[in-house]
């Protein structure tokens, strides 16, 4: 058996070895998948689809957030906080809700995405599917953004300098009901809700959406824009999970805060909030790696991206032998 200090050493080696090299890699791997992103959106044939620009926007909150509110873990790993130098009210104001409007704008504009291939599902009479027009865009996006910010206001009003303590809660309690709330059981469910009635709606409706007809152009066509309702899927199961994991985890450190525990048992809970909060930053990295995974149609427009950059004689052989691929995307992704 080992003792209490050797567990207590044991984690904090655990931790100092390899949890606090999660914010660097973590960090890398949003940096690539950002990139892939923003280079695969940008194409000709997906970027004036309007769940391309939700999923290109939301990585491009991922980012920032990556190197706002995680990176900085691993340039000062001896503090384990990104407010322990903040002075000022205002400055802890904002920090903290920069802490929590940026994971979930990510997370909104996921649910915006999910949204819209809801709506493709829908019957061409239904209103909702003036989602799919562009110029529903900038609209959508913007109430997005507000709701995002009215969502993380309580961050704001319920954290400041508190004497002795620094910037922190003024009220624990009810800034972690809130919290868990909103951003732990409010958000997962709207995901998973919306998620189902796409899934209802493929299901009950595969003469619009994955039908199986003998025209090659029709058949490929709903194919890949199943592809995309597949994608998304995925993208909400996998943000579901490390969100939920996370929550969990903060959700018992706040109900057991004040019980009394032995140094193994702090230890131990110390340990699992630093790695599932480490763990949750998985949200804003994941994107890229799982569209590639889930998405042909993904796949072939980074492929021809990438090939377009060869050079003349070998873009012309593979658009010829991608050519009817091509013209199905274009077509059934606007």
């Avoid at 799919?132 to 997005?144: D, I, N, Y």
């Avoid at 994955?210 to 995309?228: D, E, L, M």
């Amino acid at each position: 058996m080992l003792s209490t200090r050797s567990v207590s050493e044991v984690l904090t080696v655990i931790k100092q070895k390899y949890i606090a090299q999660l914010p660097l890699i973590f960090t890398i791997l949003g940096l690539i998948g950002f990139i892939g992103n923003l280079f695969t959106f940008l194409q000709p044939a997906l970027r004036k689809n309007s769940f391309c620009i939700y999923t290109l926007l939301s990585s491009c909150i991922d980012i920032i957030n990556l190197f706002a509110n995680l990176f900085p873990l691993y340039l000062t790993p001896t503090s384990g906080s990104l407010t322990v130098a903040v002075s000022s009210s205002l400055s802890c104001k904002l920090r903290i809700m920069g802490l929590v409007a940026l994971p979930q704008l990510s997370l909104n504009l996921l649910m915006m995405s999910l949204l819209d291939r809801y709506a493709c599902t829908l019957g061409p009479v239904s209103r909702i599917r003036r989602l799919l027009h562009l110029k529903m865009v900038p609209w959508t996006v913007t109430a997005t953004v507000v709701v995002s910010c009215v969502m993380s206001l309580y961050a704001a009003l319920l954290n400041d300098i508190v004497p002795g303590f620094g910037c922190t809660s003024t009220n624990a309690t009810l800034n972690a009901i809130v919290y868990i709330g909103l951003h732990g059981i409010l958000t997962p469910c709207v995901m998973l809700i919306l998620t189902l009635l796409t899934y209802r709606n493929v299901s009950k409706s595969r003469e619009r959406v994955g039908v199986i007809t003998t025209k090659v152009t029709v058949r490929n066509g709903n194919r890949f824009r199943n592809q995309f309702i597949a994608t998304v899927f995925v993208q909400v199961f996998v943000s579901s999970f490390f969100v939920l994991q996370w929550i969990v985890m903060y959700w018992y450190f706040s109900v057991t805060l004040y019980d009394n525990r032995t140094a193994e048992q702090w230890s131990t809970v110390y340990f699992l909030l630093s790695l599932t909060n480490s763990l949750y930053y998985v949200v804003n990295v994941k994107s890229f790696y799982l569209s590639t995974l889930t998405s042909r149609l993904f796949r072939e427009t980074l492929i021809g991206g990438v090939v377009k950059l060869l050079p003349g004689h070998v873009y012309r052989r593979w658009n010829r032998n991608n050519l009817t691929v091509t013209n199905t995307v274009v077509r059934f992704t606007k």
